[in-house]
């Protein structure tokens, strides 16, 4: 399959433990972005990267979270000290854009994450 | 901000029936794109159908189709001749056109009864 995949599937975690998640785009996609979704709530997003660069943070993304694209290929969201407030499925999605009009967005399986 | 509502947080449909879910957004930019995605139950979301806010012609992908009105900010989707495997939650989302993100409304659960 050569889908977007995602590292672990699920992470239950202790407050104030830090985790990582890893996710690997669709090859040759050229940007790659992370989501957070609760419980009854549509994807929020979060940053993304066009190639190895960072372009866009939301101010959701607090100075506990940091996500990072080495060599533009995988990428890898840390969050520091965890807060039972960040329990949720985070998504990675990456897409092929050679002009704004045809870029698609595909999905991967998420990282459900809880933090006890 | 751009907004995205959609206001049935659950729908039901007999199987073969035809079902349409509802999406407003509030938007002052001429230049943008809207999708629907399919998100089943413990799995990955999936792109249903596009469309371009540039083109009048409502987008079409077998038994979906949009009904897309630029004036009134809504693009519901229709989908026909319901099948089980249509059963999951529906998110409607926008993208302006130099953005890369999309923005989400909460989701409409459909269910499909046999």
């Known amino acids: 399959d050569t889908g977007v995949s995602q590292d672990p599937r699920h992470k239950i975690t202790k407050r104030g433990q830090n985790v990582t998640f890893r996710c690997d785009p669709i090859?040759?996609?050229?940007?790659l972005y992370w989501y957070r979704q609760t419980l009854g709530q549509g994807p929020e997003f979060l940053t993304y990267?066009?190639?190895?660069?960072?372009?866009?943070k939301s101010r959701l993304l607090s100075d506990r979270f940091s996500a990072e694209r080495p060599k533009g290929s995988f990428s890898t969201l840390e969050i520091q000290r965890t807060e039972q407030g960040d329990s949720a499925m985070y998504l990675c999605?990456?897409?092929?854009?050679?002009?704004?009009?045809?870029?698609?967005?595909?999905f991967g399986p998420g990282t459900r994450l809880l933090v006890l | 901000a751009q907004t995205v509502t959609q206001s049935q947080p659950e729908m039901s449909v007999q199987e073969a029936e035809t079902v349409t879910l509802s999406c407003t957004y509030d938007?002052?930019?001429?230049?943008?794109?809207l999708f629907w995605y399919k998100q089943p139950p413990s799995r990955q979301m999936i792109l249903v159908i596009r469309?371009?806010?540039?083109?009048?012609q409502n987008a079409t992908e077998n038994r979906f189709s949009v009904n897309f009105q630029k004036a009134a900010k809504s693009f519901s989707l229709k989908i026909s001749d319901s099948q089980l495997g249509d059963a999951a939650m529906y998110f409607c989302?926008?993208?302006?056109?130099?953005?890369?993100?999309?923005?989400f409304g909460k989701g409409t659960k459909l269910s499909v009864k046999p």
């Open positions: 938007t002052s930019e001429s230049d943008y794109y």
């Open positions: 989302a926008y993208r302006w056109g130099s953005q890369g993100n999309l923005i």
């Open positions: 090859s040759e996609h050229n940007r």
């Open positions: 999605a990456s897409s092929l854009v050679w002009d704004w009009g045809s870029e698609t967005q595909y």
């Open positions: 990267f066009q190639n190895e660069a960072q372009l866009e």
């Open positions: 469309q371009e806010a540039y083109k009048q």
